[in-house]
């Protein structure tokens, strides 16, 4: 596997645009567009949160063939809360673009990023989608990443290449979302392309068993979004043999491929959580089961004093004693070992008679390590979070301002 | 039901101290005394942290019998995380206030709070404790609750008289904590005191029935703590009819006091949360069920995007709606209703087309108070927290140094 340039537009076959349409502050890219050159094979994992903004329900209902050919995107307004005005809108967005590139609107699926319960501007969005039909570019991955942010500080891309069989393959990706990240679909918005040929049941399989083991083991700040979708569409470009069932040597490399560029969009995501000034990892070893090590892992990385004192450098481990305790998993306090980095904090449940001003030094690692050793089990996980900063609070005492 | 003076000392048969004994920042209060003048009924809730810290071993062991005379506490120090030396040293804390006071040591409660996974100074705490025995008062309320504070910027104390029949009985307390609180044992530490007739059965059920309704529904940051503890101590001195079982009017009069102290003391913890800035009362009405309820109020008052949004004075209500989609609970996004006050921002799950002025002059109003009505079934709840300000970052990154 080797990380290349080009982010979603290094794969064959798609091409994409991204540019100022009016709704977000003046020169901010807000409309973002992803085309295939023929009808693609495609799946999505979206948001469950029952307050469900209209695109989501629209792309739910577009997916249903596992094919399509565009993606729609506009940031600086959620279209939710927005009731048959919204799914109007929403419908409207895709139809817009349909007519645009000539293809059937059932084929465009659309995402929308931003304030909640307001009607979109859809004079400026329908000038947005005929701009970004005439500035589609075999380049335009970045103008894109660019036109998904919000608050996010800056664009985050990833490309890859691997090998399925001994055909090289590509998978790229894009991400935006710094803050209503937690549990079940963390990111608010994220696109990922392949060239590789895959059929639709394969690769909704392969992209639910990644977004569980990447999109939603990030947490921000435990708000997950009413927008939240993840979406792939693979052009069948490449020259691997077709993989057709969701297991075997093929479908095993396409998933680390596509792991590897979730992962890296995680930690992008983390890292610019809002207001953030550190990348964490919160690892679990030796829990009982999956379900006890996610509990652990989820209670420390959520745990608002933990994050306090990322951000302070201070290694005050009995929060983190405190968080895994809260957290339901099943072990014995004092047999749990506390690592920073490789430098151990807990041994027995106890202060291992650490320096303070060598675990102060380690807060500087990038990313802050945080292992907790459970000896319950054999199973183990990694969370991806941030700290809390008073960025934090300004960012979102001040977003609608 | 009539509010009075004196706090926990306000009931007949308590005397209390509070007193520096140098586990705290010099001059701060750090250790407390309530003491009863003969065995008393007695009953506790605790933290349900797996993660128990070793004073709550000690008094799950010691209420056993449902009877106490005296309660210990120190500040400074969570005698968490502190292995056997820890619970030796949480048996020597009761030992040495039982060889002062002349009383056996299994009617001695302890407490501690502070830093997690330090070895209490058992030096101070031994001085302290023969200061406090010395200088008991029945007027001491004050200084106990003061002598219990850690990050709190100032003592809570409540107390009532109500009447079970037609005789008058007392009911006070107080309590502290402003972080690390949240579901199950919300608050760190409260003692309350009555002079009631009360047999330990009924105490305890009365205990139960009135922690769910505040300290449960208190929450400010989601930490739950190593420590939390709900104690009450009942005299006798009160000419009451004995209470002797879970129902009928003197039940409910008990209960009825109990519940105002509690929530009064709830009041004041929220509103000395961490960095708070503003008492949020957060009221769901006509959820399908009281599970459901509690979800949803809880969705919103534990979300950071809404916490940080009412600092701000913003009545981004689409945070709000995104919190109750996450909780969980059953109802239809389109049914609902949300009131800042009095005064309807949502409709029907979208803009009320209310005035952003007018909603701005409400967050001025203590406590706000966001009311959801879920029109999905007949129960309601009232939960409650405070904002998220600079201050929160603060507060818990500087806390140990």
Redesign the interface.
């Known amino acids: 596997m080797k990380q290349i340039d080009g982010g979603i537009t290094a794969v064959a076959g798609i091409r994409a645009a991204g540019l100022h349409a009016g709704i977000k502050a003046p020169d901010a890219k807000d409309v973002a567009l992803i085309v295939t050159d023929a009808p693609a094979t495609a799946a999505g994992v979206f948001t ?5 903004a209209a695109p989501v329900l629209l792309c739910r209902d577009h997916l249903g063939d596992g094919t399509a050919q565009a993606v729609i995107v506009n940031s600086g307004n ?1 279209n ?4 048959e005005v919204g799914m109007a809108n929403a419908r409207r967005m895709a139809t817009l673009t349909a007519e645009q590139l000539g293809i059937d609107a059932n084929l465009v699926l659309v995402s929308s990023t931003g ?4 009607q979109l501007p859809m004079d400026k969005i329908e000038s947005g989608i005929q701009t970004a039909v005439s500035t589609l570019s075999s380049e335009g991955g970045a103008d894109a990443a660019e036109a998904i942010m919000t608050t996010d500080t800056h664009p985050k891309s990833v490309a890859v290449e691997i090998e399925v069989g001994d055909t090289p393959v590509r998978i790229g990706g894009i991400a935006k979302g710094s ?2 990240i ?1 549990p079940n679909m963390a990111t608010m918005l994220s696109y990922l392309t392949t060239d590789a040929r895959i059929n639709a049941e394969t690769l909704q399989a392969a992209l639910n068993r990644v977004v569980d083991d990447t999109y939603n083991l990030l947490t921000v ?6 927008n939240d979708t993840v979406l792939i569409l693979a052009t069948g470009h490449a020259d691997n043999a077709e993989i057709v069932t969701a297991n075997g040597d093929d479908y095993e490399a396409f998933c680390e491929g596509l792991q590897f560029v979730c992962t890296e969009l995680v930690k992008m995501l983390a890292r610019d959580g809002e207001g953030a000034t550190k990348l964490v990892e919160v690892i679990v070893k030796h829990a009982k089961n999956r379900d006890d090590a996610e509990k652990a892992a989820r209670a420390v990385a ?4 933990v994050k ?2 990322v ?2 450098n ?1 290694a ?4 983190i ?6 957290s ?1 998993a099943e ?1 014995d ?2 047999q749990v070992d506390v690592y920073l980095a490789d430098y151990r904090l ?1 041994k ?4 291992a008679g650490y320096d303070e001003d060598e675990a102060t030094a380690l807060f500087a690692q990038d990313p802050v390590r945080i292992t907790i050793d459970l000896r319950a089990g054999d199973t183990g996980i990694t969370m991806w979070t941030c700290d ?3 960025d ?3 960012i ?6």
Chains 1, 2 share one sequence.
């Not at 469950?48 to 469900?52: E, H, R, W």
Request: aromatic residues 12%; charged residues 20%.
């Open positions: 469950k949160n029952s307050v469900t959620a939710a809360c927005t009731g304030v909640i319960g307001q803050g209503m937690a700040d435990t708000d997950r979004s009413t959520e745990s608002p004093l306090t004192a951000f302070a201070d005050n481990w009995g929060r004693m405190m968080a895994i305790g809260k339901g072990f306090p004092y807990v027995n449940g106890m202060d809390y900063s008073y934090y609070i300004r979102n005492a001040d977003y609608r301002t």
